[in-house]
């Protein structure tokens, strides 16, 4: 449960409310930017590489599309693969760090000790051959029974899958450890005494009081993932054109570097959003983990 | 403690077993083959092509035999560059890779390691206010963000360093910080708390209530304690490392073992893709080993039991 005075404490920390305030700005430029921009912004035009101007507030690209229309596009993927992965792996994290916790003893150890060995192999390089001996399978899949929904969305539906995968293994540690903490409080005791289930002891008695960890460590998920989603998406390994994600965006401004001439827009305006968004989410959850969980404090 | 090793050792062996296997039947089961092209190749040559590169058989008989080849240490030839085996493409490109991930590895820990220090001395003032706000920062900033950056403005823009390439030492300067950045910043972040937590403790004001010097008291009491949680991040630390190398090297235009990962993806080059990941996951499985002995040489109250 989120303690009565969580806004009031909030409120009076001033990069927190920064955080917010930027947090909602790009959020609603992503929801909305690419819906009201001229339609023409999303074709490809006859200005190539063009500095920013007031047609085009943030440039062209090498195809001529207009910069604005892409970045704010592909920090709304960005930003869906972000929190739906987050989600993902706060599921999972949470499972396995309840039952690690609860069961305790060999089972713990065994349970832990598998969360240091994923630690120390390259997820996302594995992750990798995952997603793209996969992908075929399930576009193959689709394809047989007609699901254009699917068809479309393969790769990005994947994308959120894996990057949940691998990045539940904090929230697992983090969730285990609060567990062993309050198994042996007195109400989890009084609840065992009366005969109730585990089930219903881990979600009724334990769950909720786990909800602000849990809260802190999703809002540091969501920007772990989103570097993961652009980390492949800059090789040319996650989103595919022409749907861009900040990564795939970031990949062609790098592309497009050279000596002579730089387009130092088609670098500086994806960076800034990219930059913003994870400074911004980073800030809330270091502000909301001073806030609820006390002892993560120094 | 030799038990416990050689216990660790088994699970370690058993881990690589799980993650090699994984790998040859994800990238064994995936639809379209190294020799998928746009013209259909002739069905004698195509028949004779499988068996050069061992693709012939049942996928039980080509499993077992990398499996035999791998225990020999081959890894077999690459299907897109002909006639080259993996074993001489990793040959030339790992000691790139080592040697951009064995500097900035040594410039994230021992920098990380001060500016924490640094930062916990100060607690609370200025000076750690602001070294952390740029770690914050600094986390915050992907390689593939800091990169083109600095390219822009010290190699474009004021022309101290070069823009890419590999063989001299302006070139690694660049990419080295890219890389080591982020962990330069979550190790100080790390360090500082674990440091802050040690200086409360009674064997420091003892050891200062003997009249030793605040430097001695830092940097040969606290810093051996404190240290522990950065040991025990060097695991993930050189995973993480080689991971992000993909892309700096990438950005930088650097021949190393990364681009032919993401090329061997994008050219179905199951065996180069398969002994990029197994070499990886060896090296990195090894270096784990080494920092758990680490940890124990350097905290005795330690034991290694589990």
Not at chain 1, 124 to 144: C, D, G, K, R
Not at chain 2, 4 to 21: A, D, E, M, Y
Not at chain 2, 117 to 125: C, D, L
Request: charged content about 15%.
């Amino acid at each position: 449960m989120t303690e009565p005075g969580l806004c009031k404490q909030l409120s009076r920390n001033p990069s927190a409310v920064a955080a917010v305030g930027i947090l909602t700005i790009i959020v609603i430029l992503a929801l909305v930017g690419p819906e009201v921009l001229p339609a023409s912004y999303r074709e490809p035009g006859p200005d190539q590489y063009s500095p920013p101007s007031w047609a085009h507030p943030f440039g062209t690209d090498l195809n001529g599309r207009d910069l604005m229309f892409r970045v704010l596009s592909g920090t709304r993927l960005s930003l869906l693969v972000g929190i739906c992965g987050a989600a993902i792996s706060l599921i999972l994290g949470t499972a396995y760090g309840l039952v690690s916790g609860y069961v305790g003893g060999r089972v713990d150890q065994i349970m832990m000790r598998g969360v240091d060995i994923l630690y120390s192999i390259p997820r996302l390089i594995f992750i990798l051959v995952f997603i793209n001996a996969f992908n075929a399978t399930l576009e193959q899949f689709a394809a047989e029974r007609n699901w254009v929904w699917l068809v479309d969305y393969s790769r990005i539906a994947i994308l959120i899958i894996s990057l949940g995968v691998i990045e539940w293994l904090t929230m697992a540690r983090i969730v285990r450890g609060q567990v062993l903490a309050i198994k042996s409080r007195t109400f989890v005791l009084a609840a065992q005494a009366l005969g109730q289930s585990h089930l219903r002891i881990l979600l009724r008695h334990i769950l909720p009081n786990l909800l602000g960890v849990i809260v802190v460590y999703l809002t540091l998920t969501i920007p772990a993932v989103i570097i993961d989603e652009s980390f492949l998406s800059f090789l040319g390994l996650g989103t595919q054109a022409p749907r861009a994600s900040l990564g795939s965006l970031l990949a062609d401004g790098a592309s497009a570097i050279n000596p002579v001439r730089s387009f130092w827009w088609m670098i500086l305006f994806p960076s800034a959003f990219m930059a913003l968004t994870l400074l911004s989410l980073n800030f809330l959850g270091d502000a909301l983990r001073d806030a609820l969980d006390p002892r993560a404090k120094n | 403690m030799i038990g416990t090793l050689l216990r660790r050792v088994v699970s370690l062996i058993v881990v690589l077993g799980v993650v090699i296997s994984a790998t040859f039947f994800l990238i064994r089961l995936s639809p379209g083959g190294p020799f998928d092209a746009e013209r259909k190749i002739p069905e004698q040559i195509e028949k004779q092509l499988l068996a050069k590169y061992k693709l012939d058989g049942t996928l039980w008989e080509q499993f077992t035999g990398y499996w035999g080849d791998l225990l020999q240490g081959d890894l077999r030839l690459s299907t897109k560059y002909r006639n080259r085996s993996v074993n001489e493409i990793l040959a030339q490109t790992l000691p790139v890779t080592f040697t951009l991930g064995a500097i900035s590895f040594l410039l994230a820990t021992t920098l990380g390691v001060w500016l924490g220090t640094f930062a916990a001395t100060r607690h609370r003032r200025a000076g750690d206010t602001i070294a952390m706000l740029a770690a914050l920062l600094a986390i915050s900033l992907p390689s593939f963000v800091i990169g083109p950056i600095l390219i822009l403005v010290f190699a474009l823009d004021l022309r101290w360093l070069p823009v890419g390439g590999w063989g001299t030492p302006m070139q690694v300067i660049l990419p080295a910080i890219t890389l080591a950045a982020p962990y330069v910043a979550y190790i100080a972040r790390l360090m500082r708390s674990s440091m802050l937590e040690t200086l409360n403790q009674d064997f420091i004001r003892t050891a200062r209530a003997k009249g030793l010097a605040e430097r001695v008291v830092l940097w040969k009491h606290a810093l051996r304690v404190a240290i522990l949680p950065v040991v025990t991040f060097m695991g993930p630390l050189a995973a993480h490392l080689l991971t992000g190398s993909i892309v700096v090297e990438t950005i930088f235009h650097i021949p190393g073992a990364g681009g032919f990962f993401v090329h061997s993806i994008q050219n179905r080059d199951g065996f180069l893709l398969g002994g990029v990941v197994i070499v990886y996951c060896v090296l990195l499985v090894a270096f784990n080993l080494a920092v758990d002995i680490a940890y124990t040489l350097l905290d005795r109250r330690i034991e290694l039991n589990d």
